[in-house]
């Protein structure tokens, strides 16, 4: 007896498999990591050490910045970071002027070497942590939440930063660095790092709380829940002396854009400081009971 087979209904299953794959059922358990950027996030309102430094490594270098070309590529390794304020079009244009050619690579390795020089004590000078920020670290570990952080510093620089944090009593589980992995932000392998070596339940039950907008995107790319911060990081950039010095609609004036270019990353939730991170906490939870997905 000779068996026929029907090619199009074979042709159809194989096409009706591709267009409706299974899809995993969403994570509902409860938040396991929580992964913080350290200027700006935890320590040194207003992201001041790393602006400064790098402010004093250009005018060293006979070619002075403005803070907010200093500011605008903040959250990626601090070389890096010197390549693209170089890339600015008027920074670029001034360093031509002055000197009479573009710059290159040994320009960057000089500037990168004294922005670590400068920046080794600019992060003793600015590393007081932000208020609120040893109480929601405590609420999280209560919840059996483990700590973990990213940063754009080298190694380095926070070989000398995590011993002065720590004496402030602030001591990640686990601390990434740039230095560590093979991309920076905004690539998501610094949030992945930390979710792999606190045994995450899943990517899911990590949440990525960052100032910065490239620190937002390194999380949404890990496929972590993600929280921006705003008033006490690089966006606002003010110290914690000059924003108590303002009044409300002030406030306001510099938080407007601050929070519309965050959200523009499309992160899950924006708060202005770490101290309001609980109430997020719970309403995440609270979101992955009801089966949303980051």
């Known amino acids: 007896m000779t068996t026929s087979l029907n090619v199009h209904?074979?042709?159809?299953?194989a096409e009706a498999r591709v267009r409706n794959p299974r899809r995993p059922a969403p994570y509902q358990g409860r938040l396991t990591t929580a992964i913080f950027d350290w200027a700006g996030t935890v320590l040194d309102f207003g992201c001041i050490a790393p602006v400064e430094a790098f402010c004093e490594a250009f005018?060293?270098?006979?070619?002075?910045?403005?803070?907010?070309?200093?500011?605008?590529p903040m959250g990626a390794a601090k070389r890096e970071h010197i390549a693209l304020i170089l890339r600015d079009?008027?920074?670029?244009?001034?360093?031509?002027?002055?000197?009479?050619r573009a710059s290159n690579e040994d320009d960057i390795d000089t500037l990168y070497a004294?922005?670590?020089?400068i920046d080794e004590v600019n992060v003793a000078k600015y590393s007081a942590l932000i208020p609120g920020a040893l109480e929601t670290i405590a609420a999280l570990r209560?919840?059996?939440?483990?700590i973990g952080s990213?940063?754009?510093?080298?190694?380095?620089?926070?070989?000398?930063?995590q011993p002065i944090a720590a004496a402030h009593g602030y001591a990640p589980d686990f601390c990434c660095t740039v230095s560590d992995v093979a991309r920076g932000r905004p690539w998501p392998d610094m949030c992945l790092a930390n979710a792999l070596a606190l045994g995450a339940a899943h990517v899911q039950s990590c949440v990525v709380v960052d100032d910065s907008p490239t620190g937002l995107e390194a999380g949404l790319a890990a496929?972590?829940?993600?929280?921006?911060?705003?008033?006490t990081g690089n966006e606002v950039g003010l110290s914690l002396?000059?924003?108590?010095?303002?009044?409300?609609?002030?406030?306001?004036?510099?938080?407007?854009?601050?929070r519309e270019k965050l959200a523009r990353t499309g992160a899950h939730f924006l708060i202005d400081s770490i101290a309001e991170l609980p109430a997020v906490i719970d309403a995440i939870e609270r979101s992955m009971a009801a089966g949303e997905a980051a």
């Open 9 to 13: 209904s074979l042709h159809d299953a």
């Open 59 to 72: 005018a060293l270098a006979q070619l002075p910045i403005t803070v907010a070309e200093a500011r605008a």
């Open 89 to 100: 079009e008027s920074v670029q244009a001034r360093w031509q002027a002055q000197f009479g």
């Open 114 to 117: 004294s922005f670590l020089r």
């Open 142 to 146: 209560a919840r059996g939440i483990a």
């Open 150 to 161: 990213t940063t754009g510093y080298p190694r380095e620089v926070m070989k000398n930063l």
């Open 223 to 231: 496929g972590m829940w993600t929280v921006g911060i705003v008033a």
């Open 241 to 258: 002396a000059q924003w108590q010095a303002l009044d409300a609609a002030a406030r306001e004036a510099l938080l407007a854009p601050a």
